[in-house]
């Protein structure tokens, strides 16, 4: 049994390990270098790098902010619960099975597999990361302003060509496959260990689209096409990069330090190693440190349980989090279980905040008609649609089931449903898992 195990795990491993040539975090330096630079068609002389400082704020900032954002969501994803299913009692100095509830997916309870006992397993999880703080991601746009030419400290309007505006909507799928293949062993009987290593297949598509607009009272002075007679103001440009390959490791320990009729006390160490490939959001590039506190309690047949932890977490852009996972798994009949949570992460640092733009809008002085020089209005322009926050605060609701069709085996089931629009997150996530208990 074991060795067909394995080898199936190391032919999933190799299906899923095929070489990705991609590095994923040039996708959108390429994509504004093309907008703002090489398409853009200006009339000669000056005026010829109207968005070169353009091109380069997006990529000192925008671009380091998406990349962030999506590797940090990626690597973060929880791992479901180390629960072994089928446990045991060890007040009479020997384990004793202990029949009911067959466990929490995302959550952990206090009690450990027992001294000698070994679970392996495998789970896997789709995320199609289509909203970012409630907005669609297809709908992200960012909007760049001409190069203040006059530098007098008023608003861009003085010259014409300081009207112009690129607006860039991003049109963005971003989807992730996670294969975590899993082993868990009982130090003791109140000490596990555990590692999981995630193979990450990532993907990003989309057709960018950017439009030029001009003054209110006239044609814009910057084109990608065309000519200045008869210009064409609309660049779309498409993307379509994937990347697979090994994912941030995780090595687990937990230790239970109070089993009692009325409450279990456990804690839980996750470490996750810097082992993925951070150019293509296969990690974060740097460790991540989280300790929970466990309580859980047998009443019947469920457990209601608890988890309050702090995660650590040393990437830029990427703020500490408190988290909680609060919820209960109730036998429903013998061998399956229905198991209820609320996840919760709450972010620290708001320097950490993912924020785009140093100010939301730009002032155009805009003329009121061509033949009122002297009449202006100014005309603000929001420089993103994405909304400015100083956290992305997430709370998830999971519901699950776990089937256990012998002792040694468990399969579960879960999906994980946004509760807020706090992140970069998908609309619904599935997960689906096979554990095998030696």
Do not use: C, W
Not at 226 to 245: I, K, W
Not at 248 to 277: E, I
Request: aromatic share 8%.
């Amino acid at each position: 049994m074991k060795n067909k195990l394995v080898g199936l795990i190391v032919l999933a491993m190799l299906a899923v390990t095929r070489p990705g040539y991609a590095q994923l975090n040039k996708v959108f330096a390429d994509l504004f270098e093309q907008v703002l630079r090489k398409d853009l068609q200006l009339t000669f002389g000056a005026h010829s790098t109207h968005f070169v400082d353009a091109a380069a704020e997006a990529n000192r900032v925008l671009t380091p902010g998406l990349n962030s954002l999506i590797a940090s969501n990626i690597s973060s994803f929880p791992l479901t619960s180390t629960i072994a299913g089928l446990t045991y009692d060890f007040s009479s100095g020997r384990p004793v099975p202990i029949t009911g509830s067959l466990g929490p997916i995302f959550a952990e309870t206090a009690e450990t597999l027992g001294k000698g006992k070994l679970n392996v397993g495998f789970e896997f999880s789709h995320l199609s990361l289509n909203r970012f703080r409630g907005l669609p991601t297809r709908d992200i746009r960012f909007t760049f302003a001409h190069k203040d030419i006059v530098e007098n400290g008023r608003p861009l309007g003085d010259d014409p060509f300081e009207l112009d505006v690129i607006d860039l909507n991003l049109n963005l799928d971003v989807n992730a496959n996670i294969y975590a293949f899993f082993a868990t062993f009982g130090v003791t009987n109140n000490l596990d260990i555990g590692v999981a290593v995630p193979l990450v297949n990532v993907s990003l598509q989309g057709t960018a689209q950017a439009i030029v607009r001009g003054p209110a009272s006239g044609t814009a002075h910057t084109f990608v096409g065309g000519t200045q007679a008869n210009p064409n103001v609309v660049d779309r440009v498409s993307y379509d990069d994937n990347a697979s390959g090994v994912g941030d490791v995780a090595v687990r320990l937990k230790y239970s330090f109070v089993r009692g009729v009325d409450l279990n006390l456990g804690a839980l160490l996750d470490v996750r190693l810097p082992t993925g490939n951070e150019e293509d959001f296969l990690g974060t590039g740097e460790t991540s440190t989280k300790l929970s506190l466990i309580a859980s309690r047998k009443i019947a047949q469920f457990t209601p349980h608890l988890n309050l932890g702090y995660d650590r977490r040393s990437a830029k852009l990427d703020s500490d989090e408190l988290e909680f996972t609060a919820g209960l798994d109730q036998k429903l009949a013998e061998g399956f279980t229905l198991a209820v949570d609320i996840l919760g992460e709450i972010d620290v640092n708001s320097d950490e905040a993912i924020k785009f733009f140093p100010q939301e809008t730009v002032t155009l002085a805009d003329k009121l008609s061509a033949g009122s020089p002297n009449i202006t209005i100014n005309r603000l322009e929001d420089l993103t649609s994405i909304p400015q926050r100083d956290n992305d605060n997430m709370l998830s609701a999971s519901l699950g089931f776990r089937i256990a069709p012998s002792e040694k085996v468990l399969l579960l089931g879960n999906i994980l449903i946004p509760m807020n629009d706090g992140g970069l997150r998908s609309s619904v996530a599935p997960t689906l898992g096979l554990t095998v208990n030696f």
